[in-house]
């Protein structure tokens, strides 16, 4: 298996509206691939029919060489697959620790939870010390590192990030994508991210796809659409 995930001919979309008009892409393991796109250009409709919260009208989806395309997204997580949505989705009356511990509810992440909660958080040491404080009280990175950890419970193979970055300054942000990325370099994850912030995704991610309007409009590595003129000066705003 060269490829983690595989996307082929996929549709989707709400009712009568179609998003998603024929993508396909593949995402090998280990690899960090990026999504980007303007607004509305069908990144989160993306990732959510990948993580099952949405039907695909036509195509097929496959991870670890399994057909998922119509596989409910509550088994994902099990399998091995976990979506972060944006913004984080957290329980904000709950603690830190309360939260990582919802991200291992798959069946077989619950063994070892308290041994989990101390690798998870070793990767993000702002959260071991906050551990006991409420997710709400968080500031927007924290919450964000919280959100990755609570999917990285599950022990996933495959993480799906929607817009890690939204509302974080450009520090924080640049945080964020770095642990991603150093996630995916010292734990052998890998990662499907979709970012706004075209510049600093195109920075940590190997490979990248550019989505307009529902469709793939250009793939390649990410240094290379990275150096790329027009692409500069769409997405990248130089
Ligand atoms: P953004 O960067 O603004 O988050 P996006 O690239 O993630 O945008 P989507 O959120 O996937 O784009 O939206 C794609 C299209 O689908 C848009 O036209 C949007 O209005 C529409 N859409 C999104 N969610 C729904 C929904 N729940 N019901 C109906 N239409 C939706």
């Not at 980007?36 to 993306?46: M, S």
């Amino acid at each position: 298996m060269t490829n983690e995930l595989v996307v082929e001919g996929l549709c989707a979309g709400y009712n009568d509206l179609r998003v998603l008009q024929d993508v396909s892409f593949a995402v090998p393991v280990g690899a960090v691939v990026a999504i980007v796109g303007a607004n509305g250009a069908g990144k989160t409709t993306l990732l959510s029919t990948i993580a099952g919260l949405l039907r695909p009208s036509a195509g097929a989806i496959r991870f670890r060489d399994r057909d998922i395309s119509r596989a409910r997204a509550d088994d994902l997580p099990g399998l091995g697959l976990a979506l972060v949505p944006e913004g984080g989705r957290l329980f904000p009356f709950m603690s830190v620790e309360d939260n990582l511990q919802l991200g291992a509810y798959a069946p077989g992440a619950r063994a070892g939870m308290a041994a989990r909660i101390q690798e998870v958080t070793a990767a993000f040491p702002v959260l071991a010390e906050r551990r006991d404080q409420l997710a709400g009280k968080l500031s927007g990175g924290e919450r964000q590192m919280c959100a990755i950890a609570r999917a990285l419970m599950c022990r996933p193979r495959l993480l799906l990030l929607d817009e890690p970055s939204v509302g974080l300054s450009p520090l924080m942000a640049e945080r964020v994508l770095e642990i991603v990325a150093g996630l995916a370099r010292d734990e052998g994850l890998t990662v499907v991210i979709v970012e706004q912030r075209v510049t600093e995704v195109l920075e940590i991610a190997d490979e990248a796809h550019i989505l307009d309007r529902g469709r793939i409009v250009r793939s390649g590595p990410a240094r290379q659409l990275q150096a790329d003129k027009s692409i500069q000066e769409t997405y990248m705003g130089l």
